[in-house]
């Protein structure tokens, strides 16, 4: 069955750096795009990041463009985002999730890590 | 960058009420709107694509409707298990938007 279990969660200071993963399993992985969504305590979803299918291309959301990178690794089904600059505001639970492969969003997401960025 | 306007942001319901949540876009976005339902410490679940097409395993009492700049997800008839928050989402173009969420709590 189709999995993606998001990881790499933790505590870090104003201006660290953090790296998540997604790895996934039960799917062919790099027939899909796989995105980042973050949701802040008590807020509501902001999509952060995507990649597609094949690794060519990144999106990323004006607020962490140029701080965050993400990127995939075939050989190991695995998506990584990496988080540098980390501000306050990136303190949220993270969540990957699965482009359904028709450009109709997300059909399958990880259970979320959670990012506090705090001194 | 386009806008998610959902409403309302919060709604008292009983069980058996028709439940309609609106998700307006800044600019049109032809069908490219999703709903997702989200329950407290789980992620989002998807009910509709397409803005109007049923997600598989998804109860018939949801539904969406559409397009372009109006959208609406609508549960005919409100089970216990139907209290949570909702979100719409687009993906026209990038970057995607989620709407405020809609928390639907028992009346």
């Known amino acids: 069955q189709v999995q993606l279990v998001d990881s790499g969660g933790g505590e870090a200071q104003p201006g660290r750096s953090l790296r998540l993963s997604c790895a996934a399993s039960g799917f062919t992985f790099s027939s899909f795009g796989i995105h980042w969504v973050r949701q802040a305590p008590g807020k509501g979803l902001e999509w952060v990041a995507g990649?597609?299918?094949?690794?060519?291309?990144?999106y990323y959301a004006d607020s962490v463009k140029g701080r965050f990178t993400i990127s995939r690794d075939f050989s190991k089904n695995t998506v990584w985002l990496q988080m540098n600059s980390l501000r306050a505001e990136d303190t949220a639970v993270y969540y990957c999730a699965r482009d359904d492969g028709y450009n109709y969003g997300f059909d399958y997401w990880g259970q979320g890590t959670l990012v506090t960025v705090s001194s | 960058d386009i806008q998610m306007t959902q409403s309302p942001s919060s709604l008292s319901a009983s069980v058996g009420d028709r439940v309609t949540i609106t998700c307006r876009a800044s600019q049109g976005i032809r069908n490219d709107l999703g709903w997702y339902q989200q329950k407290p410490g789980k992620a989002p679940k998807r009910l509709i694509y397409a803005a109007s097409s049923l997600q598989s395993g998804v109860p018939s009492r949801f539904s969406g409707s559409g397009s372009g700049t109006e959208f609406t997800l609508t549960i005919s008839s409100l089970q216990p298990e139907d209290f949570a928050t909702y979100f719409c989402?687009?993906?026209?173009?990038?970057?995607?938007?989620f709407g405020q969420g809609t928390k639907v709590e028992i009346k």
């Open positions: 990649v597609s299918y094949d690794g060519t291309n990144k």
């Open positions: 989402l687009h993906h026209f173009s990038y970057p995607w938007t």
